[in-house]
């Protein structure tokens, strides 16, 4: 059974920073593309980063420069470092072997003074 359990999500003042994780089982993520995704109250659920088999990334515009999508084969997790976070990166972060209907349960970040 494939399973996905993110972790690491928080209340947070503007400006800090946060790390997620995302723990796989029954699937190995060194031979997939892992995604991070987020939901926003009232807003549909919107890429945020890339990490390929091989290492590669990709992010969409708001998190280029300020997050940082990692992964450690042997441990099965997928992580997002998130810096300089603002309030309109508050959402339900999902991580997702890509392409498949494998989703976590999503974790809840909130950034607000």
């Known amino acids: 059974q494939v399973r996905l359990v993110e972790f690491g999500g928080g209340r947070v003042q503007p400006g800090t920073s946060l790390t997620l994780s995302c723990v796989a089982s029954?699937?190995?993520?060194?031979?997939?593309?892992m995604d991070w995704y987020r939901e926003a109250p009232g807003k549909g659920r919107e890429f945020v980063a890339r990490?390929?088999?091989?290492?590669?990334?990709d992010y969409t515009e708001f998190a280029r420069g300020r997050f940082t999508i990692s992964k450690d084969d042997a441990k099965e997790t997928v992580y997002l470092q998130m810096n300089n976070l603002k309030s309109e990166d508050t959402a339900v972060y999902y991580c997702t072997f890509r392409g498949t209907a494998y989703w976590g349960q999503g974790t809840q970040v909130t950034v607000s003074s």
């Open positions: 029954g699937r190995h993520i060194m031979f997939s593309d």
């Open positions: 990490i390929y088999a091989g290492g590669d990334t």
